[in-house]
């Protein structure tokens, strides 16, 4: 073979072995992650969970943005990941309404929306294409449920007499605060006796739960139990309650929801009493949807998280091996 030959035989050959290697490796994914912002551990513990899990897998490429707590800069998020043109969005909302705009944009762009954690209301649900995460109307009927049978137990509720209970609601307008209030009194308009004296927002955060609980105490000293929407602000409640002189855990029972490692530590230290878990790692289940979605697979409607709930029964048992 002439020289001139064999180097059209070469360049052929390499040309064939590109084009299967082309063939073979699906192009990586460009993935856009607004995160709403670090108001809690939880939230924390989501973050780092979705970024490792992305990190860790070399058929995408993550580009993450913190709202920090702000919806317009969410909705600049979203925006910007569509002039990108990414391959696809995982989204969680601040809060339920006020995104019917940019993701139909993002519709328009043909771009999926996949959320994560909170969801969008009713109206805009179309737009998106499924949510993974908890329940959180199931979560507030654990809570309601759990504080039935405890208070039943310890022969605090007669069924008649007044219970006093306060209610540290988690950010005005998000899914989880609408949602666990919700489950919560599906389960208390079956205790007559059960009366939700107090609820406010304390937007997720030890610091705004404290506070709230300040002001609860100041105007009713006869609050017997606190439904917090989060750890962190029963957390920061806990401060307040001791400040005012009283025992958390004993003259207010206290219940959560997360089951962060700090509410494990106060409830094996009898400041608290229950906490409901919500799974915060959710990084590996949005890898595998965008894998499915990539590969061509319809994903469910609802892609639901396994969780449990705690007590002094279990919480001792599984604090060293809790990851958030
Ligand atoms: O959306 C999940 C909730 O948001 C968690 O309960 C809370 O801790 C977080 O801030």
New binding site residues.
């Given amino acids: 073979m002439t020289n001139w030959k064999k180097v059209l035989v070469i360049a052929a050959m390499a040309m064939m072995v590109f084009s299967v290697a082309a063939f073979a490796a699906p192009k990586v994914w460009t993935v856009g992650f607004s995160q709403i912002g670090s ?5 924390t513990a989501d973050t780092i969970s979705v970024q490792n899990a992305f990190l860790e897998d070399p058929s995408f490429n993550l580009i993450y943005s913190d709202a920090q707590q702000k919806q317009e800069n969410q909705i600049k998020a979203i925006r910007s990941f569509i002039a990108r043109k990414v391959d696809a969005i995982l989204f ?1 909302a601040l809060v339920e309404t006020g995104y019917g705009p940019v993701l139909q944009e993002a519709k328009k762009a043909k771009i999926p929306v996949i959320m994560i ?2 969801d969008v209301a009713k109206e805009d649900q179309g737009l998106r294409l499924t949510i993974m995460g ?1 329940d959180f109307i199931k979560e507030g009927e654990k809570a309601g449920t759990w504080l039935a049978s405890y208070l039943k137990a310890k022969g605090m509720d007669d069924g008649t007499t007044p219970i006093d209970i306060a209610e540290l609601q ?1 950010t005005t307008g ?3 605060a609408v949602e666990r209030a919700q489950g919560f009194r599906n389960i208390a308009k079956d205790h007559a006796n059960w009366n939700i004296a107090h609820s406010q927002d304390g937007d ?1 955060t030890s610091s705004q739960g404290k506070q709230v609980m300040e002001a609860f105490l100041k105007a009713d000293p006869k609050i017997q139990v606190l439904f917090a ?4 602000m029963a957390l920061g409640a806990i401060q307040a309650i001791k400040e005012a002189g009283l025992q958390p855990g004993k003259d207010i029972t206290i219940i959560g ?2 089951a962060v490692k700090g509410m494990f530590q106060a409830i094996v230290n009898g400041e608290a009493n229950a906490t409901i878990e ?1 799974n ?1 790692l959710l990084g590996p289940q949005a890898v595998q949807a965008i894998h499915d979605l990539r590969a061509g697979h319809k994903l469910p409607a609802r892609i639901w998280t396994i969780e449990s709930q705690f007590d002094a029964t279990n919480a001792a048992a599984a604090l060293p091996t809790r990851q958030y």
Avoid at 39 to 43: A, D, L, M, P
């Fill in positions: 108001e809690s551990e939880w939230r969680t954690d909170r908890s988690g998000s899914a989880p997720f929407h989060n750890d962190q929801m997360d919500c915060p």
